[in-house]
């Protein structure tokens, strides 16, 4: 039961415009939700996050958007760089015993941005 | 600025044969997590500690893994008899008090199981 979903396993974009990833949830419980970029051979390196308890936040060029009646969230980044072209990890997270957090992943969208 | 370190990067062995992995995390860091992610997944939990306490497992962490860390500091998963069904990246991460729900990971280890 896959509780975190990506429906788009690829997304290309030209450089300079906007880069739209998705993800949807089935967990109401989850309390943040974040954004993870992640290179081949590399480990996932963390972008941006939100709380449950807000509907958007922005760092830079990235902001994150978050619906709970949808139970959807989306990363924006604009302009989008060809840097930017990665492995892109939707996770939810869950409070554990001793108040650490439970990542629950998507399958993750590859992002290429074109010159 | 010292990342999540872990070592080694590479492992191939043989079916059967045991292997440990070394995760050293951010060195303030509280909370130390152990991942696996296959290929075309998004990384799975396995087990997570607070300070030297293993607080949680998965049930994906079979009897033939074990997790350790001493004295809270760094940490080894070991896994025993090795199955091809184990290869797989492993991924640590930690986290600090102030913005737990931040992981912050390692390169990972690769796992080949021949």
């Known amino acids: 039961d896959q509780q975190v979903k990506q429906n788009s396993p690829s997304l290309s974009v030209q450089e300079g415009r906007i880069s739209i990833l998705n993800c949807d949830y089935t967990?109401?419980?989850?309390?943040?939700f974040l954004w993870y970029k992640k290179y081949p051979a590399e480990g996932p390196t963390f972008l941006i996050s939100?709380?449950?308890?807000?509907d958007k936040n922005e760092d830079g060029r990235f902001t994150v958007f978050l619906n709970k009646s949808a139970k959807h969230l989306s990363l924006h980044i604009v302009p989008s760089q060809p840097g930017d072209s990665a492995v892109y990890f939707c996770a939810a997270s869950a409070i554990l015993t001793g108040g650490g957090n439970k990542l629950t992943f998507g399958t993750g969208t590859q992002l290429k941005v074109e010159l | 600025d010292t990342g999540v370190s872990q070592d080694p990067r590479h492992k191939i062995t043989k079916r059967g044969q045991n292997v440990t992995f070394r995760c050293d995390p951010i060195?303030?860091?509280?909370?130390l997590y152990w991942y696996r992610q296959t290929l075309g997944q998004g990384p799975e939990f396995l087990t997570y500690f607070q300070n030297e306490a293993q607080l949680e497992k998965s049930r994906l962490l079979s009897d033939r893994f074990s997790a350790e860390r001493p004295k809270g500091s760094f940490s080894t998963l070991e896994i025993q008899r090795t199955e091809q069904g184990d290869s797989a990246m492993y991924l640590c991460?930690?986290?600090?008090?102030?913005?737990?729900?931040?992981?912050?990971f390692g390169s990972g280890t690769q796992l080949s199981v021949l």
């Open positions: 939100i709380s449950s308890i807000k």
């Open positions: 060195s303030e860091h509280n909370r």
């Open positions: 991460a930690s986290s600090s008090r102030k913005d737990n729900e931040k992981l912050f």
């Open positions: 967990n109401s419980m989850f309390d943040y």
